[in-house]
């Protein structure tokens, strides 16, 4: 059973988030925020990050960056109310990027189609690297 850590720190998300998961047979933990991170990543080594972009103790396109860094080959899907962010070059470090809904049909897709690539390496969702480098140049 693939496990997801969900990293959030809206408690409503987390659950909801939570609840589908398991329900679709995931095995979820869920993070309070970016702030320890990496280190619950280091100790519970879950197949899959879901990150949240704006938290209050961190930035999650920041915090990308160092998961980057030290866990190059774990897939992230970015998760954010806010669908302009996906054009933050940042972003295009993220295998996927999601606009949080209390429909998670795409955010489920997601997580297929990233466990399914499997880690192969760091390979960003190619969309999202065109349409983030393409902002840059304007």
Same mark, same amino acid.
């Given at each position: 059973?693939?496990?997801?850590?969900?990293?959030?720190?809206?408690?409503?998300?987390?659950?909801?988030?939570?609840?589908?998961?398991?329900?679709?047979?995931?095995?979820?933990? +869920?993070?309070?925020? %970016?702030?320890? *991170? /990496?280190?619950? !990543?280091?100790?519970?080594?879950?197949? $899959?990050? @879901?990150?949240?972009?704006?938290? +209050?103790?961190?930035? %999650?396109?920041? *915090? /990308?960056?160092? !998961?980057?860094?030290?866990?190059?080959? $774990?897939? @992230?899907?970015?998760?954010?109310?806010?669908?302009?962010?996906?054009?933050?070059?940042?972003?295009?470090?993220?295998?996927?990027?999601?606009?949080?809904?209390?429909?998670?049909?795409?955010?489920?897709?997601?997580?297929?189609?990233?466990?399914?690539?499997?880690?192969?390496?760091?390979?960003?969702?190619?969309?999202?690297?065109?349409?983030?480098?393409?902002?840059?140049?304007?």
């Amino acid at each position: 059973m693939p496990k997801i850590l969900v990293a959030d720190d809206d408690e409503n998300i987390r659950l909801l988030y939570a609840w589908e998961l398991n329900e679709a047979g995931y095995d979820v933990v +869920t993070a309070k925020g %970016g702030r320890n *991170l /990496l280190k619950m !990543i280091k100790e519970k080594r879950p197949d $899959l990050v @879901v990150l949240a972009i704006k938290m +209050t103790d961190c930035n %999650g396109l920041d *915090l /990308l960056q160092e !998961i980057r860094d030290q866990f190059c080959n $774990l897939p @992230v899907i970015l998760s954010t109310v806010c669908d302009h962010l996906r054009y933050d070059i940042r972003s295009a470090a993220a295998n996927f990027f999601v606009v949080k809904s209390c429909d998670l049909t795409e955010l489920k897709g997601k997580i297929a189609l990233a466990l399914e690539a499997g880690h192969a390496g760091c390979r960003p969702d190619s969309e999202g690297m065109a349409r983030a480098l393409s902002n840059a140049h304007r």
